[in-house]
């Protein structure tokens, strides 16, 4: 069983910034696809972006040039650093990597004031 423990949410104003971390329980140099997916009560879960084994990353049309995803062999940890928020960026933000099947982190409440 893999597990993926995310923080760095909390509440920021419009305008601000906020970087979240995931820490698999796994090595990430050995994980084929690690993202970050928001997902808004009462609404479907929906990809943000996403980065390779190899370092590719892929975004959103919606997050580009606002939010960048990376990652950091040498601490283990995806990082998803979100700047010029918006209220509707407010969403409950979920780490997950694919290891031959999905995982999902407990997900981390971001909110943004206007």
């Known amino acids: 069983q893999v597990h993926l423990v995310e923080s760095g949410g909390g509440l920021v104003q419009a305008g601000g910034s906020l970087r979240l971390s995931c820490v698999p329980s796994?090595?990430?140099?050995?994980?084929?696809?690690m993202g970050w997916f928001r997902q808004v009560p009462g609404k479907q879960r929906e990809l943000v972006a996403t980065i390779t084994g190899g370092g590719t990353s892929n975004y959103v049309d919606s997050m580009k040039g606002r939010f960048t995803i990376s990652r950091d062999t040498a601490k283990n940890t995806v990082y998803l650093q979100m700047n010029s928020l918006t209220p509707e960026d407010t969403a409950v933000y979920y780490c997950?990597?694919?290891?031959?099947?999905?995982?999902w982190g407990q997900g981390t409440q971001v909110t943004v004031s206007s």
């Open positions: 796994i090595s990430i140099s050995s994980i084929n696809t």
């Open positions: 997950y990597l694919n290891w031959g099947i999905d995982y």
